[in-house]
């Protein structure tokens, strides 16, 4: 009897610990893929003429 009054509060802490955690790590890889996504539209941004340039072209050698 004692024993369920002494563990039941700490089992719970635990658990409840935990599902903080994972919740945590779950923003913190939302974070990285928003980081990565925004890294990708910059250099695309920047890129992106060059990249186009080099489509026409093919386009252009396969056309002809």
């Known amino acids: 009897m004692i024993e369920n009054l002494v563990l039941r509060p ?3 802490a635990i ?3 935990h599902e903080k955690e994972e919740g945590q790590g779950l923003i913190e890889y939302a974070l990285i893929v928003v980081l ?3 890294v990708v539209i910059i250099v695309l941004g920047l890129v992106g003429g060059e990249l186009n340039g080099l ?3 093919i386009v ?3 056309s002809t």
């Open 55 to 57: 489509f026409q072209d």
């Open 36 to 38: 990565i996504s925004i």
């Open 10 to 12: 700490r089992k719970s």
């Open 15 to 17: 658990l409840e610990k």
């Open 60 to 62: 252009n050698g396969l």
